[in-house]
Every structure is written in C-alpha cells, then in structure tokens.
C-alpha cells in the first residue's frame, strides 16, 4: 500500500527505513522495537517530506516520545534529502484500501454491509464443528483443493473486527464484474481468512455453477511448479490456468525466498487479471509487509483492494461461542461463554477447540451439563499453557516500562494517578492473562483482594470510555500474548 505513493527514491527510500529499522532493533532491543517501530511502514515521500504511517492515535504519541528524534538522527544522516518526518495514524479503514477509488469503494461496502446479513448460525450436526470431516470433491481436481462445506457465508460471525474484510468477500462473490482485482485478505492464524476463501467460492459456484473456481495453498502452487519443472512439463502446468475464471491462493507468504516460484506466480497472476479473471489472495500479513517476497510482486499484490482482519474482540468470541453451541443444540451457560472468551482471546480456532473440548466431555457423561466448574477442570491444561505464557511479573514490567514507571513504585503505595492507573491497568491484565486468583494477584502488588476487584472493575469500565486506555491495554495485552 505504502510503495506506490512514494514518489522520488522510492526504493533508496525503503531501503534506508529497513536499514534504520535494524539499528533501531539492536538499540532498543527486540521486544519494544517489536511492540513499538515493526508496525511502522512509509506512507510516501516527497519534496523532503516523509510520512510514516502508525496504526494507530497512541502508538504515535509514544513514538513520538520515545523515539521519533532519534529516527530523525539517524536519518538525518543517511539522507540528507529528508527534511521532516511526519507520523500519520493510518485508520483501518483509509489504510486497508489501495488502488481503488475510496469513496466508490466505501459506499459499495456500505451496500452491502447494509443488505440483510444471512443467519450467522451454524446449521446442524456435531460434525459440523470439526473442519476436516466431510470435505467434498470439487470439479477441478487436478488444480483444485476440496472446499470445506462449513466453510459458507451463513456460518461466518460477523463482528467489528472482521466486518470489513466479510463485506469485501461477499463483494467479490456476489457481483457480476470484478469489483476490485486482487482481493487480498490478511490477519493472523485462525481468524477465519480460509473461511471467508471458500464461502466465496461457495456462493459463486452457487450464482454460475460453470465457471471455473481454483482454490489452492501457495504451498501446493509451488509444490506443483517445481513437479512440472522437474518433468520439463511447465507448458502443460500453465496450460492448466489457463482456463480459470477465480483463482485463489492461501497463505501467500509461504512463498517467500522461493524466487522462481514467484515468477511463475506474477506470471500466472498477471496473465490472469489481463483477460478478467478474479484473483484472491490471503496471506499473514499486508503485502508491503512479506518478507522475501519481489517488491514488484509485493505491489501487485496491493493494487486491488487490501482488506485485514483484526484478532477478535470479546463481543465476537461470544457470537462465535454462542452460534456454535447452538448448531450442536447445546446450553452453554452465559457465564461459561464469558469465561471462555475471557480467557482464550488468541484465534477461533483455539476457541473452537476450547468448545469442542467441553461438549465432547459433558456428551459422554449422560446427565452432565456444561458450568463454570467442569469448564475450569476440562480445560485446565488447556488454561494452565496459556498461564504459563505470561506472569504477573512480566506483566508488571511490561506495564510499567510502557508508562514511564519502575516495577517498583508499582507496588509502592503511591496513589498519584500516574502511578495508580498504570497500577490498575497491571491488576486487570493480570486477573485476564493469568489464572491467579484475586488473593495471590494482590499479594504481588502489596495489596488485598478488594483492591484488584475495584481496578478490575474500574479498568473495565474505563476501556468503554476512554479510547486511550483501551488502546493501551489492548497494546499491551496483544504484546504480552506475543
Ligand atoms: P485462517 O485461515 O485465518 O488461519 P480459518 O479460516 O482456518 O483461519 O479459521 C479457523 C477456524 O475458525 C475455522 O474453523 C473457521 O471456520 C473458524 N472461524 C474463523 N472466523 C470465523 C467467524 N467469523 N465465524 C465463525 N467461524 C469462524
Ligand atoms: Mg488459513
């Protein structure tokens, strides 16, 4: 998204940032360079201005406290050309769209999101929840990967998070021109990227059952290149795309350093958009972002419509909790819901399989229902891995070092608010990330039970009010489950 806006030395440019981004790596260490520089990308250049976009309203201000004069030394010195470096937050939704005209583009996606959404509920059956059963064959075998039937429009959950890149898929799938050429869909694993690649091709397949749908890993793009290759059959190999109306290809950045995949690949991809064809695409990050990947690659990649999907929200874990235990005709307690997205806030798919855990126990004890108790014990290990995967020590140093406080008069009994909210905020994370309960998480501040309650609530209540704290512990947290 970034390079195309770049106007002068556009690669000396980039090839500057990525050199500043190591030093700033070995100087501030791995961790905060992870949290803080990494999401930082160039947003264009010119006339000796240089805009670096940031995610978002709080990440900048800490950048710009922590570390901007330091990015204008370093620079400053590589290329004198630069006269001011500017840091821009990038909202979701003007960063996500390239290459298309926006407003055309949003008013199209507000259609859509406005049309009825189908019942996000699953439809029957316990095999429905376990994604490897009952795949069926597609017409092209050879090419073509089975789609997985669940896989549909109708048993995908639509929430804030990932409402953007739902309406963009369903865009593709349900209109008769190509409304943006490539969709490129990307977050991290299991929020339901192949999901949305296959209820696409569902609903085409569904619309015009003639046309010609390949779905296929990158993985499986390469694997067959290199078989045609090796057979001195890469004639036959093209041939094969030759005659596909939507091509769509997961997890792109397993491509990456394999050079002469990729050019067949940006040769097929472009053979492919020059007569029309569809292309989608999903990979595990933005395309200015995949490593190893050709920089004209990169762009072309970019050049449709770039639509990410953010980790889930509460709100969503509890539609997806909801939605599946319906479609297995099981009461799964409100309590039991809240626990479980509480506490297990990594993908779906570990939240699928938290579901089916409980279900599966309780169904083989007749008369057992699903509560809070059973959960706690069916999922112990479960918790007790994701317990050992942060502690209330790190999570104190954590926090304090990202308000500018020591871990020290964390635990003090300073109530000055910029001690005391840093405080809370390290009191709540805990109660979230950790299985401590309210007694022992109290012991490590020097503080009783009632006084992690009260923060807990008071965070809590803060993050509906104020934007900022909740942009801090949602920094934090992500950081912290890293
Ligand atoms: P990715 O390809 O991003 O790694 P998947 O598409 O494989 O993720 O999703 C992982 C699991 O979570 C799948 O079983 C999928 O059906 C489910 N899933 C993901 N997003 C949703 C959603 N919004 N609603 C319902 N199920 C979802
Ligand atoms: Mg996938």
């Given at each position: 998204m970034a390079g195309e806006a770049i106007t002068t030395n556009n690669e000396d440019v980039q090839n500057e940032w990525g050199q500043i981004c190591s030093?700033?790596?070995?100087?501030?260490?791995?961790?905060?360079?992870?949290?803080?520089?990494?999401?930082?990308?160039?947003?264009?250049?010119?006339?000796?201005?240089m805009n670096i976009s940031v995610p978002t309203r709080f990440m900048r201000n800490w950048v710009i406290t922590n570390y901007s004069d330091r990015i204008h030394k370093i620079w400053g010195k590589k290329n004198p050309n630069i006269k001011s470096i500017n840091f821009i937050v990038q909202a979701a939704d003007?960063?996500?769209?390239?290459g298309v005209h926006n407003s055309t583009c949003r008013s199209l996606l507000k259609k859509i999101s406005q049309s009825p959404a189908p019942q996000n509920i699953y439809q029957s059956g316990v095999n429905n929840i376990q994604p490897e059963a009952g795949y069926v064959s597609d017409a092209n075998q050879s090419l073509s990967v089975p789609l997985n039937p669940q896989y549909t429009f109708e048993n995908f959950v639509?929430?804030?998070?990932?409402?953007?890149?739902y309406a963009a898929a369903?865009?593709?799938?349900?209109?008769?021109d190509i409304p943006f050429n490539p969709l490129f869909l990307y977050s991290g694993v299991g929020l339901g990227k192949t999901h949305l690649m296959h209820a696409i091709a569902w609903r085409i397949k569904q619309r015009n059952p003639n046309k010609n749908i390949v779905y296929l890993s990158a993985e499986k793009f390469m694997y067959k290149f290199v078989r045609a290759l090796r057979y001195k059959d890469t004639a036959a190999f093209k041939e094969q795309f030759r005659s596909v109306d939507v091509l769509m290809v997961d997890d792109v950045q397993f491509m990456g350093g394999k050079d002469t995949t990729q050019e067949e690949f940006f040769y097929t991809f472009n053979s492919l958009i020059e007569e029309g064809r569809q292309i989608i695409i999903s990979a595990d990050k933005s395309p200015s972002d995949l490593e190893g990947i050709?920089?004209?690659?990169?762009?072309?990649?970019?050049?449709?419509?770039?639509?990410?999907?953010?980790?889930?929200?509460?709100?969503?874990?509890?539609?997806?909790?909801?939605?599946?235990?319906?479609?297995?005709n099981c009461e799964l307690p409100q309590k039991v819901a809240e626990f479980l997205a509480q506490k297990i806030t990594s993908n779906i798919r570990e939240l699928?399989?938290?579901?089916?855990?409980?279900?599966?126990?309780?169904?083989?004890l007749p008369g057992k229902e699903i509560t809070l108790e059973n959960t706690q014990d069916v999922l112990k290990d479960m918790l007790r891995s994701y317990d050992r995967r942060t502690t209330i020590d790190e999570i104190q140093k954590k926090v304090a070092e990202h308000f500018n406080i020591s871990v020290k008069e964390m635990q003090s009994s300073r109530r000055a608010r910029t001690v005391a909210r840093p405080r809370q905020i390290a009191m709540y994370l805990a109660k979230l990330l950790t299985l401590r309960?309210?007694?022992e998480i109290g012991r490590?501040?020097?503080?009783?039970?009632?006084?992690?309650?009260?923060?807990?609530?008071?965070?809590?209540?803060?993050?509906?009010?104020?934007?900022?704290?909740?942009?801090?512990?949602?920094?934090l947290r992500r950081s912290l489950e890293a």
């Open positions: 030093q700033l790596k070995q100087e501030v260490g791995e961790k905060a360079f992870d949290s803080w520089l990494k999401p930082l990308s160039i947003s264009s250049f010119s006339s000796g201005v003007e960063g996500i769209m390239t639509v929430g804030k998070t990932n409402e953007f890149a369903r865009k593709v799938a349900e209109s008769d050709e920089t004209r690659l990169r762009s072309r990649l970019g050049c449709g419509l770039v639509a990410d999907i953010h980790p889930t929200d509460f709100d969503l874990r509890i539609g997806i909790l909801q939605a599946k235990a319906k479609q297995l699928e399989g938290a579901l089916r855990r409980i279900i599966a126990h309780t169904q083989l309960s309210l007694p490590k501040f020097d503080r009783d039970h009632t006084t992690v309650m009260h923060a807990v609530r008071k965070v809590e209540e803060l993050i509906k009010e104020d934007t900022s704290v909740a942009e801090s512990v949602e920094v």
